[in-house]
Structures are given as structure tokens and as C-alpha cells.
């Protein structure tokens, strides 16, 4: 088949790799004419494990290309994905939703033939009626383009794998769109055919799989969270909790992990438009449960920077504190709404002298935050420290010794904010240890 994915971040890029990995010829859009020639180049605009790959193999045999021009893009097939953003409005919390329908906008006018046009971005319930509206209203053959929902669901970091292989495919259609669902049906045929739970329904289902899923996942996180803050008053150990409570096969350990919290550009956004977009339906108090996993999550935070304070004797103030990660996760460079950097900043504020280090995510850091110093080497960050947090749990600051580790800093002092480090051998090599949620 011949498709186009319109918006090529981190969505959209991987979804154009796989669909070309599938056997499609796909025509990659985006508005970035700097990310468009990187991606022509065959690389990712960002790290994702196994995306380069797909890049260099299905440019190089012309199976996949970018482009910034919409004629072209409708030109190119009758199949359009759209994974254009849909991020945090300042104001109000609610969904920002202009790219998308500046997407739509741009595409529309050049759709002169019959056209599926499958929404992939994270949106509000309510959202697919107006994109159907403005297709019918700006595209020539407005009554002939079809309309489909398909919420995505692969985690950063995995997106490869969980694009190529699903727990479920989501497709949201109106009444007559028997077209649409045929062409999807034959774009993932080959993942539905390994037995990938295949979901047809309406459009407003399909948006709501998508919000609360995610919602889901942050309460889960942000329960194991609630339970961390218990544990920290009554000398329990929240990480045996979650061993414990996770053998219960209706519980399940998976996404049970405490620690920092949830960062990253998408489950912090979602909780949090999800909410305004139940007060617009007249059904809020549903959701009021959300401002609590929410509040729990920055919680962790505060938590994280008092017992730094506490570490540093009371004010942090001129001390040298070194933090380990960046990115809003181990396996990505994304530092949007980044729980180490959150913390990195806290600190800074209060007067601190923090160095930032990531093996991926340093660039993006400095973008974000100027005002904090960054240095690549592990170990040549914690010099001089007179406090070393474990924020981003990368398996790479596993394998640093940490015997040789305490003959660089001033004082071996380390707060594991994720609960990875081996406690003991970090103990026997001379450091005082604290692990957020344990006694
Ligand atoms: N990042 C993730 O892991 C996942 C993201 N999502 C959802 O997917 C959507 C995209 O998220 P990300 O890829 O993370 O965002 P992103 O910000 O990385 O990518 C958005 C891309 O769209 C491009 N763009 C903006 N306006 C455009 C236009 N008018 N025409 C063409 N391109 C345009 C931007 O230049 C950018 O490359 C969001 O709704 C998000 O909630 C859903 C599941 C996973
Ligand atoms: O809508 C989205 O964009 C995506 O959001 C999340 O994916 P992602 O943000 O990539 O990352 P997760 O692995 O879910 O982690 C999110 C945050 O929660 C934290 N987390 C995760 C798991 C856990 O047990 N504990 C925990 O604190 C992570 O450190 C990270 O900061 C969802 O997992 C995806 O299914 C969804 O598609």
C-alpha cells in the first residue's frame, strides 16, 4: 500500500519506519524542514533503539522518504495517518489541539480523490466530529473522504517493538466508513494476522481507549507512589510492597514501579487534559481522582529535593550535588516534563551547583535548562560531589564501581531515587545510602 504519516516526531517517525518495515511505501510529512532532511539521511531526529535501523534500510530502498509538502503528500496515496502533537495548553491544562487541525487545514484542499484519513495523536473526546466537519468542508471530495480514529500506544523506548507488535489494535469509525476499515484492516494485516487483539468501534470509543489507558497507568504508578509515602512514615519497604503486591496476577507488577514518578510528554498531559475534557462534558467530578494521582506524582518530587536538603544538612545551598539522568526515563533523549530534571532544578533554585549527566538525553537537557551545568562522563560529573542522586535509572550507571566512584567525590553520599542501585555493594564500597520509599 501506499501511505503517508503526517507529523514525524516521536510518534510519527516510528510509525512511518514500521509501516515501511511492513511492506508499505510510505511518504513521511512534517512541518520541520530540519527534521525532514535528518530523517531523508536515513536518522532518527531523536534516540530510539532500532528506529535508525529501519530509517537506513527502508530509505536506502526507497520505500520511505519525507517530505514537508502536503500536494505531495495527497498525491502519494489514499491513506493518510496524522501524528502531529497535541501537548499541554499553558492556560488551561486542556488539549492544545493546533497542529492538528493546522494539519488537517494544510492536507484537506489537496484531497482532490476519495481518502482515508486515520488520526493517530492523543485527543479529547469529541475531537473526531470537528476533524470529520473541516475534512467535509475544505477537501474537493469532501463526502468521499473517510475518517478513521487509531490511538497509539507504544511506550518510548520500545516504540519499535510496540508498534511491529501490539498488545491491541484500536480502530474508531462512524457509521457508513466500511472503506476505511478495509484499508486498515490491510495496512496492519500482517500484525492482525499474528493474533493482535483487533478492536472495531466507534469514534468516541477509540479516543477514550486512549485517554484511559493512559490514565490507568498513572493512577497505577502514582497508587504505588501513595504507598511509598505510607511506607516512608510507618519504616516499611515500598519496593518489597510492590514484589509483593505484583505477584497478584490481578494487580501485576508491570508499571508497579515506585520511585520518582511519571514524566515524559504524554502521561502528565494526558491526566491533565483528560480532566479538563470531562469538566467540558458536565462530568468531572468522574475524574477527580486524577488531581490526586496527579499531586501524589509531583509529590515525589518535593520528596526527592527534601531529602536532598536533609542529605546536605539542612540547605543545599553551595553544595556540589550531582544528578544521574535526564531523560523523563531510561532508553530515551525526551526530557519533556523530566522528573530529574524537576528535581535538578528545585535544587538549583535553592541554590545548589548541580551537574547533569545522561547518556542520551544532554542535548535536549541544555535545551530545557540552560541554567544547570552538564557533563557527559558519569563519573567525571560526580567530582567533588557532596551529593550524587540516581534520578533516571539507566542500566549504564549500574556497571560504574562504585569504590571507584567515592575516591572522586567530597562526601559518598547517594540518594537512589528509583530504587535500582544495589544498596549493598554500594554500602560495602563506603557510601551512606537512602532509597526513596525505604527506610
Ligand atoms: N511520544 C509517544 O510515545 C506517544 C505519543 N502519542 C501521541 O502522539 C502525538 C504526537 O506525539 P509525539 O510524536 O511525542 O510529538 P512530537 O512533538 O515529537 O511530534 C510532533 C511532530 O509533528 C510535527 N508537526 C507539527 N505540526 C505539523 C503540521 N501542521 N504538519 C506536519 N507536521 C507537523 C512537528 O514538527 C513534530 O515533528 C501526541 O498526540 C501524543 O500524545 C501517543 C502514543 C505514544
Ligand atoms: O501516550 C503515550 O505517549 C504513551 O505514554 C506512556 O509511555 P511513555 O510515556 O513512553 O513511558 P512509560 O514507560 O509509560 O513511563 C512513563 C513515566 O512513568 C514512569 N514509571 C513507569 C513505570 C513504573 O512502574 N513507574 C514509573 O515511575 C517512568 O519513569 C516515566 O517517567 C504509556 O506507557 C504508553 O502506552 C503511551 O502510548
Redesign the pocket.
Known sequence: MRLTVIGCGY?GATHAACMAELGHEVLGVDADMDKVATLNSGEAPFFERGLDALLVKHTESDRLRFTASYAEAAAFGDLHFIGVGTPQNAGDNAYDLTQLFTAVRQLAPHLTAPAVVVVKS?VPVGTAPRVAELLRDLAPVGEEIELAWNP??????FAVDDTLHPDRIVLGFNAHHTWAEKMLRQCFGEIIEAGTPTIVTDWATAELV?SS??AF?AT??SF?NAMAEVCEASGADVHQLAEALGHDTRIGR??????????????PK?IRGFMACAGELGADQALTFLREVDAINTRRRERMADLAREQCGGSPKSKRITIWGAA??PG?DDVRDS?ALAVAQKLHKLGARVTVTDPEALDNARKAHPELDYVEDPVAAAADADLLLHLTEWPQFDDIDPGRLATCVRTAKVIDGRGTLDPDRWREAGWTVRVLGRP
Open positions: 510518534l492523543t497509539e500506544f507504544l511506550r518510548e523506548s486512549k489507558a493512559n497507568l497505577k504508578i504505588i508491570r508499571g508497579l514501579g515506585p520511585g520518582l514518578g511519571f514524566g515524559g510528554g504524554c502521561l494526558d523523563f526515563k530515551t522528573p
